[in-house]
């Protein structure tokens, strides 16, 4: 059963940074593709930034050039390096890890991280 821990959340001011950390149990960690999700009170959740297996990358476009995410696949724990957070960050982050199709459940979840962008 794959399990995904995450860490890293918190209150930062404007401007601030934060790195968000993730770590999945299990040995399928390498042929996943790795993400974060949030979602603000009142919205849909909303992917923030993925990456591969084979280390492509996606981010949304309001995170563009401010966050970065990276994967380290010798821990088991994907990154999100979030830089010059403004308000409009504050929520609730998720993890995600998604299998290749042979698999039969092929996402599954962290329980969130709460990131509060305040002064």
């Known amino acids: 059963q794959v399990q995904l821990v995450e860490s890293g959340g918190g209150l930062v001011q404007p401007g601030g940074s934060l790195r968000l950390s993730c770590a999945a149990s299990?040995?399928?960690?390498?042929?996943?593709?790795m993400g974060w999700y949030r979602q603000a009170p009142g919205n849909q959740r909303e992917l923030v930034a993925d990456?591969?297996?084979?280390?492509?990358?996606d981010f949304a476009d309001s995170v563009k050039g401010r966050f970065t995410i990276s994967r380290d696949n010798t821990k088991n724990t994907v990154y999100l390096e979030m830089n010059n957070l403004k308000p409009e960050d504050t929520a609730v982050y998720y993890c995600y890890l998604h299998l290749p199709p042979y698999y039969s459940v092929r996402d599954h979840w962290g329980q969130g991280t709460q990131v509060t962008v305040s002064s």
């Open positions: 990456i591969t297996s084979d280390g492509r990358r």
């Open positions: 299990g040995s399928i960690f390498s042929i996943s593709t």
